[in-house]
C-alpha cells in the first residue's frame, strides 16, 4: 500500500503563486498516474490535473494554462505548480495515485490533503 503526503498548501494573495507536492512512500507495482483532485466545501471532488505514466497530462478547463504538474520517478513525487490563483482556487487539494499491483487489479490512494486558500 502506497502511502501519500502532501504539503506545500497555505495562504495566498488573488494572483499569487505556489506550489504542492506530493510524495509516495512506496508502491506495490506500476504507477499508472499521478493526480491532484481539489474540494471546496460544500462541492464534490474534482480532478484539476493528471499526468500518467507516459508523461500525458490532463487539465481541468478552469486551471489550463495556470497550473502545471509534474513528476519525478526516481523520487515518486508529483507536484502542481499553481500561478495566477483566484478566490475560486480555494479548496482542499488531494493528491492520488493509481497503481497497479505486481498481483494485478488497480488500486488508487488519497494523500490527507493540504488546503489552499486564495483571499485578499
Known amino acids: 500500500q502506497v502511502q501519500l503526503v502532501e504539503s506545500g498548501g497555505g495562504l495566498v494573495q488573488p494572483g499569487g503563486s505556489l506550489r504542492l507536492s506530493c510524495a509516495a512512500s512506496e508502491t506495490i507495482g506500476k504507477i499508472l498516474a499521478m493526480a491532484w483532485h481539489r474540494q471546496a466545501p460544500g462541492k464534490a471532488r474534482e480532478l484539476v490535473a493528471l499526468?500518467?505514466?507516459?508523461?500525458?497530462?490532463n487539465y481541468a478547463d478552469s486551471v489550463k494554462g495556470r497550473f502545471t504538474i509534474s513528476r519525478d520517478d526516481a523520487k515518486r513525487t508529483v507536484d502542481l505548480q499553481m500561478d495566477g490563483l483566484r478566490p475560486e482556487d480555494t479548496a482542499v487539494y488531494y493528491c492520488h495515485v493509481l497503481e497497479r499491483p505486481l498481483y494485478g487489479g488497480l488500486i488508487g490512494n488519497w494523500g490527507q490533503g493540504t488546503q489552499v486558500t486564495v483571499s485578499s
Open positions: 499526468v500518467s505514466s507516459d508523461g500525458n497530462t
